[in-house]
Nanobody, 118 residues
């Protein structure tokens, strides 16, 4: 059973930066395309960014493109999300998981809260 653990969230002012990390226990995720997702209060969970298993291909939601960068370190079995130029609308709980259909994802972790103040 895979256990996903997200970290690195916090409170930051608009225009600031944060780097999120995601680690997994129980399985290496180096052979999977991985993604970041977020859920704001009262809204559905949404896609943020994804990276291929090799790390050679990435894609982003239009709302974060140019501001966020997804990366991975296979040796550390860790996924990252560098978030720059943060906006108040980026406030959400951020989660990592496979880049797959919604029904095929692993169990969700606790997520990490990102709060951007104006």
């Amino acid at each position: 059973q895979v256990q996903l653990v997200e970290s690195g969230g916090g409170l930051v002012q608009a225009g600031g930066s944060l780097r999120l990390s995601c680690s997994a226990s129980g399985r290496t995720f180096s052979s999977y395309a991985m993604g970041w997702f977020r859920q704001a209060p009262g809204k559905e969970r949404e896609f943020v960014a994804a990276i291929s298993a090799s790390g050679g291909s990435t894609r982003y939601a239009s709302s974060v493109k140019g501001r966020f960068t997804i990366s991975r370190d296979a040796a550390k079995n860790t996924l990252y999300l560098q978030m720059n130029s943060l906006k108040t609308e980026d406030t959400a709980v951020y989660y990592c998981n496979k880049d797959s259909t919604w029904s095929d994802k692993w169990a969700w972790g606790q997520g990490t809260q990102v709060t951007v103040s104006s």
